[in-house]
T-cell receptor, first 113, second 118 residues
Framework: GDSVTQMEGPVTLSEEAFLTINCTYT??????LFWYVQYPGEGLQLLLK?????DKGSNKGFEATYRKETTSFHLEKGSVQVSDSAVYFC????????????FGQGTILTVHP | GAVVSQHPSRVICKSGTSVKIECRSL??????MFWYRQFPKKSLMLMAT?????????EQGVEKDKFLINHASLTLSTLTVTSAHPEDSSFYIC??????????????FGPGTRLTVL
């Protein structure tokens, strides 16, 4: 079945460091891919998405590219801020789970000043 | 816009009692709402899809008599955990999809409810 695997956290960085959170997926067909972010005490928010191979999603300085050949959708940011501290979830939809989101286990990011 | 609330945010109950969790879309109508469960260090698992005015669709392995879902209006869905036991302790998250949208990512999430069963 469909699944999403994220790098385990927690990830701790200093401000202005480079961030990568790895995400790979398994799916039958061609899913849409997403990154969600959850700030403390809030619901998950869509951060960015990509709907087909080689698409790049971007938002708030974060980027992720849909790589069909490696079934990956790694999240990157060139210079993190303290305010980026949150839990990040990779997710897919489509493929064999039409209409449903399948999430990775989440990665806790903490950014220190 | 697109705010979803959940109530309560935390609840502690005794084993054998029932607990109701509310999910509300505050500034939009939602024909479809979803209920997820999240275990520590695990991903969100979809439990059921709730459609206003009809029976919920449960995922495989989720006991429908244990987790009762009611979606009686376009802004409210409730999840009742019946005869709760310690293994039901978890973080329950709902999401709502605005009426008229069908895209996978058009779900707005609530902040979650932490259930602890003693």
């Amino acid at each position: 079945g469909d699944s999403v695997t994220q790098m385990e956290g927690p990830v701790t960085l200093s401000e202005e460091a480079f961030l990568t959170i790895n995400c790979t997926y398994t799916a039958t067909g061609y899913p849409s891919l997403f990154w969600y972010v959850q700030y403390p005490g809030e619901g998950l928010q869509l951060l960015l998405k990509a709907t087909k191979a080689d698409d790049k999603g971007s938002n708030k300085g974060f980027e992720a590219t849909y790589r069909k050949e490696t079934t990956s959708f790694h999240l990157e940011k060139g210079s993190v801020q303290v305010s980026d501290s949150a839990v990040y979830f990779c997710a897919q939809a489509g493929g064999t789970s039409y209409g449903k989101l399948t999430f990775g286990q989440g990665t806790i990011l903490t950014v220190h000043p | 816009g697109a705010v979803v609330s959940q109530h309560p945010s935390r609840v502690i109950c005794k084993s054998g009692t029932s607990v109701k969790i509310e999910c509300r879309s505050l500034d939009f109508q939602a024909t479809t709402m979803f209920w997820y469960r999240q275990f520590p260090k695990k991903s969100l698992m979809l439990m059921a899809t709730s459609n206003e005015g009809s029976k919920a669709t449960y995922e495989q392995g989720v006991e429908k008599d244990k987790f009762l879902i009611n979606h009686a209006s376009l802004t409210l869905s409730t999840l009742t955990v019946t005869s709760a036991h310690p293994e039901d302790s978890s973080f329950y998250i709902c999401s709502a999809r605005p009426t008229g949208t069908y895209a996978y990512n058009e779900q707005f999430f609530g902040p979650g409810t932490r259930l602890t069963v003693l």
